[in-house]
């Protein structure tokens, strides 16, 4: 990514025209008058990057005087420009809400720039800690020997028009007569690179040191989960240290049982460990936290101890057992709840700055089962997930949680029957598409509201979402569950194997980054053909 310095105009647009001059006039009168809406674009390729992003992301939330950031971008790998011969590139988009005027803006930037540990002294376009550019500025159009605004790069620059595209494919580039999309869509990847720009999850905590021997950034793990760009199926394995699990209820409650099953697990073929101290089945009840942490702490810290550097799952919906599992070495915290149990879950997913896995339901354990019916969206269950979802999302958002710290979980068996979760599995693209279609099995009513949308399109469904879901990383969490069992007769969920196969087999097809199984060796063989398959290599 270019450095500040880049944001500076080759030479000043006709700035001593008196058209010009006036225009600078207002533009500055406009920029005092209240909160303006800033887009900055984040880039690092030195040093520990994800530590350098989310260390930028939260000067730019606290350190900034008048001002807070209110939304951010998916992160980015990317190839690098103008000089090539460097490291690649992490870039993410943020919107700030500021109250300080464009060249004050630009000012608070190049000082959390130097705190960093930028070196101005670099050559041009350089590697570089951390640069923070100014892409737009309300409606702005500025030229000035410091600042041009609209950025004067930004056309030619993938890399910052794809995380801007994030947050608002729709701003227009009122110099150019374009928005950032139509400017996106219609650029080519720089240098023959097809790769120039990939969309990456972290899959490891900041704050997690795995190996006292290795620097946060060998240890950071970061995956292309986007269905143009992934090539394989990741795997969580699940291990659940509980006695009343409805699969294996018992069966790993001691230590020596837990950390034995996680190195088989690994061995099998996992990329992640699920821990789970507290069962999600239908008509479970809770534990407790103090209950929950006795069984799953021990468990982490002996892991990690053996030197298992895989990243660590913990599935809870308490926010202190998310912390304390966090703190013996879990990276990611899978909340079946989505944020909504417990108050403290998203701020403290914020600031612990770990992926979040969040997952719609309806209740609880001990309620959902009595809790599927979706009449309030035509009966359509995938529009009432989405609908619901976005809401979760909207919510961890707000509450400072990074864009690409957010990996969704369509709820498979919670708070949906049978031929619900059937539903789902069939129709998992439309979990993160833009807008859907009304379902032939909706009611009459719904149908009606679907004619045309908000954007003029017919046939789509108006949904109204709290925020877009187009892009997020989905989990799909079916293994052995009650609906195979129904469909294949099975009665005891050990022998749904084959069942879980075709359900992961759906799940790929339909696009999940990620299945959540039991039987990990098997779902490897299945996941593997079924990425040769659906996957684009």
């Known amino acids: 990514m270019s450095s500040a310095a880049a944001s500076v105009a080759p030479t000043p647009l006709r700035a001593e025209s008196p058209v010009a001059a006036a225009a600078g006039d207002e533009n500055d009168r406009a920029a005092s008058s209240g909160p303006h809406s800033a887009y900055i674009a984040l880039g690092t390729n030195l040093g520990n990057r ?70 101005f002294g670099m050559y041009r376009n350089g590697p570089r800690i951390m640069d923070l550019d100014i892409l737009f500025y309300d409606e702005i159009d500025m030229q000035t020997e410091r600042l041009t605004i609209p950025h004067a790069l930004l056309h ?54 795995v190996d006292a021997g290795s620097s946060a950034e060998e240890s950071a793990i970061l995956k292309a989960l986007s269905p143009s760009s992934q090539k394989e ?76 550097t895989a990243p660590i799952s913990i599935d809870t919906f308490y926010a202190e057992v998310a912390a304390a599992a966090l703190d013996a070495g879990a990276d990611i915290v899978n909340d079946v709840t989505g944020g909504s149990f417990d108050v403290k879950m998203l701020p403290l997913v914020a600031r612990r700055q770990c992926p979040y896995v969040m997952m719609h339901m309806r209740g609880d354990p001990s309620t ?103 892009n997020y990383p989905v989990l799909v969490g079916s293994s052995r569950k009650r609906f195979i069992g129904q469909a294949t007769g099975k009665t005891e969920a050990k022998d749904r194997v084959w069942g879980t196969a075709a359900t992961v087999t759906a799940a790929i097809q339909g696009g999940a980054s990620i299945v959540r199984v039991h039987d990990v060796a098997e779902m490897v063989d299945v996941a593997r053909v079924s990425d040769h398959i659906y996957r684009k290599r």
């Open 50 to 119: 994800l530590e350098n992003m989310h260390q930028a992301l939260h000067r730019l939330n606290t350190d900034l005087p008048t001002s807070h950031v209110v939304e951010s971008s998916f992160l980015y790998q990317t190839a690098p420009m103008y000089v090539t011969d460097q490291p690649a590139f992490l870039n993410a988009a943020c919107l700030v809400k500021t109250g300080l005027e464009p060249l004050a803006l630009l000012d608070e930037l190049k000082r959390i720039e130097a705190e960093m540990g930028r070196d």
């Open 156 to 209: 030619e620059r993938r890399f910052q028009l794809g995380p801007l595209c994030d947050i608002d494919s729709d701003l227009m580039h009122h110099r150019l007569g374009k928005t950032t999309g139509a400017l996106f869509r219609h650029l080519t990847t720089h240098s023959d690179a097809p790769d120039d720009i990939v969309r990456v999850t972290p899959l490891r905590a900041v704050n997690v040191s």
């Open 233 to 308: 199926t990741v795997f969580m394995g699940i291990l659940n240290c509980t006695p009343d699990s409805f699969s294996d209820g018992g069966n790993f409650a001691t230590l020596d049982l837990a950390v034995e099953h996680a190195a088989a697990l690994i061995s099998s073929g996992a990329d992640i460990i699920d821990i789970g101290g507290q069962s999600t089945r239908p008509g479970a009840t809770q534990v407790g936290v103090d209950e929950e942490i006795r069984r799953v702490v021990p468990v982490i810290q002996r892991i990690r101890e053996m030197g298992i």
């Open 368 to 470: 959902m089962t009595k809790m599927n019916d979706y009449g309030e969206y035509g009966g359509d269950v995938v529009r009432g997930t989405r609908f619901e979802l976005a809401q979760r999302v909207r919510a961890a958002l707000d509450q400072g949680v990074p864009r690409w710290n957010i990996i969704l979980d369509p709820g498979i068996g919670f708070a949906k029957e049978g031929s619900q979760n059937f539903e789902v599995l069939r129709r998992l693209p439309e979990l993160t598409a833009k807008n859907i279609r009304a379902s032939t099995k909706n009611s009459t009513a719904s149908m009606a509201a679907s004619s045309i949308n908000e954007e003029g399109e017919e046939g789509f469904i108006d949904e109204d979402l709290a925020t877009g879901l187009t």
